[in-house]
């Protein structure tokens, strides 16, 4: 089994910064791309940002420029730096990975449980 748990949501001003944090455990054999996606409320789930194991990384046009992804490939960890924040960009932020496990040896997506980022003054 694989778990993927974030941390560092929360409430924060217009204007203002957060950082997001995911960490992976379990039968991990490797970790392909992992990303970050959001869904506010009554809307579909999107895509935020991702990156590749080579650290080839990918953004949503709304975030481009704010946002910062980045992993570290030995803690099994990826992080999500998010600055300038708007009211907009308020959702319940999930992480994302495509893991190789040992046993089996299968490549499967895991969801993390997600953490809610608020932003309002």
């Known amino acids: 089994q694989v778990q993927l748990v974030e941390s560092g949501g929360g409430l924060v001003q217009p204007g203002g910064s957060l950082r997001l944090s995911c960490s992976a455990s379990?039968?991990?054999?490797?970790?392909?791309?992992m990303g970050w996606y959001r869904q506010a409320p009554g809307k579909q789930r999107d895509m935020v940002a991702t990156?590749?194991?080579?650290?080839?990384?990918n953004y949503a046009d709304s975030v481009k420029g704010r946002f910062t992804i980045s992993r570290d490939n030995a803690k099994k960890m990826v992080y999500l730096q998010m600055n300038s924040l708007k009211p907009e960009d308020t959702a319940v932020y999930y992480c994302?990975?495509?893991?190789?496990?040992?046993?089996?040896?299968?490549?499967?997506?895991?969801w993390g449980q997600g953490t809610q980022v608020t932003v309002s003054s």
């Open positions: 994302n990975a495509d893991v190789v496990t040992v046993v089996p040896a299968l490549a499967t997506i895991y």
């Open positions: 990156i590749t194991s080579s650290g080839t990384t």
């Open positions: 379990g039968s991990i054999f490797s970790i392909n791309r």
